[in-house]
């Protein structure tokens, strides 16, 4: 009666042990499948290449906002008889200028980037006519 008990508990253990494997080629599966769609939605050049317009005027809109039209300071104590403190500045700050540079510099990127992907895309289109005219 001892070996039949030992036997079934050996049973259940090897099969305990199997099903654990299966569950666990499963959620390897699983895992690899969510990574490799991570990796194909966040790779920034197959989503140019798959909506290569989109992106371009994404990028003008963010340009255009980021850049946007700067107003000129006012002294608010020009109108009035009251004096100006001493530490008012009236030129740009060093933080004004450093976010200038940066936005420049992105802008000039974006630019750039979005003029090498219309010229691939026409690169490309160029290429198909060609083959077609063959």
Known sequence: MMSD???TIEQRKEKAKAEL???QKKLEASVKELKDKIEYRAHPKK??????FLILGAA???GFILA???KKRKNKFSDDN???PVNISYGPTMKDMLM???KRIIAEKGFNYAMDV???VVKKKMKEKEQETE
């Open 5 to 7: 008990s030992k036997l």
């Open 118 to 120: 219309v010229e691939n």
């Open 21 to 23: 494997e299966v569950l």
């Open 47 to 52: 989503l140019v290449s798959k909506h290569p």
């Open 68 to 70: 946007g039209s700067r």
């Open 60 to 62: 003008l809109l963010g």
């Open 100 to 102: 200038l540079q940066i």
């Open 82 to 84: 009251v004096e100006a």
